[in-house]
């Protein structure tokens, strides 16, 4: 892959793909840190939640092209051992997470510093311990909604139709909107606020399923 290529379809189905990919992963995991670890309210968490996912359809998602071009650049290829892959991810994604969190919880209204150091060092270790998986996940999500064949995709996926493999992302994303709602409804509101439901409901709008992946596949 050559660098000038990175510039190219910044915003087409397999970025949409590896957004939708990261996120799915990632909201149930930052959703129950932010509320239950660090003790952040229902509204700031979800405004967290919303503010990251905007921000990585719009910029952070372009990372996973240059991703794909550093593996190249250093001598991982499709050949290299699983065990060099989830490294490189690892620390590929403890990077970014690092690099952006005190920036999202300060846009969405966090004002203690304290909190904010604690999900940040949270995030980032959650972004780092599981950053070959997140990335593994990107990789196989690309095939299931076939905007690029992985040879990282688990063999019993592999000679499964085109609708299955489409169902079958549907239903990932589905489950991880639907745990995110749950750690919200599980975890107390630290500030009350009839505006409360008002909020959630905004968030799920930004992210309907059924909308992205037919809109990848």
Not at 9 to 35: S, W
Not at 73 to 95: C, M, N, W
Request: proline share 3%; net charge positive; charged share 25%.
């Amino acid at each position: 892959m050559k660098l000038k290529n990175l510039t190219k379809d910044l915003y087409g189905k397999r970025h949409f793909a590896d957004c939708t990919a990261t996120q799915m992963i990632v909201n149930p995991l930052y959703a129950t840190l932010e509320t239950v670890v660090t003790g952040m309210s229902d509204v700031v968490s979800l405004k967290s939640r919303a503010i990251a996912t905007c921000f990585t359809y719009a910029v952070l998602g372009n990372l996973t092209k240059f991703r794909d071009w550093s593996k190249e650049k250093i001598g991982i290829t499709k050949k290299s051992s699983e065990k060099v892959k989830f490294l490189y991810d690892t620390l590929f994604a403890g990077g970014i997470t690092l690099s952006v969190k005190p920036l999202i919880y300060i846009a969405s209204g966090e004002t203690d510093w304290k909190k904010i150091a604690i999900a940040t060092l949270g995030s980032t270790a959650i972004g780092g311990a599981l950053g070959g998986l997140i990335f593994y996940g990107v990789d196989v999500f690309r095939d299931l909604v076939g905007v690029q064949e992985s040879e990282r995709t688990p063999s019993f996926l592999k000679n499964k139709s085109k609708r299955f493999k489409k169902n079958l992302a549907t239903i990932l994303v589905t489950s991880s909107l639907a745990t995110t709602g749950l750690v919200y409804m599980l975890t107390p509101n630290k500030e009350a606020t009839p505006n409360k439901e008002a909020e959630q409901k905004k968030v799920s709008v930004l992210f309907q399923p059924d909308d992205f992946v037919d809109f990848i596949c």
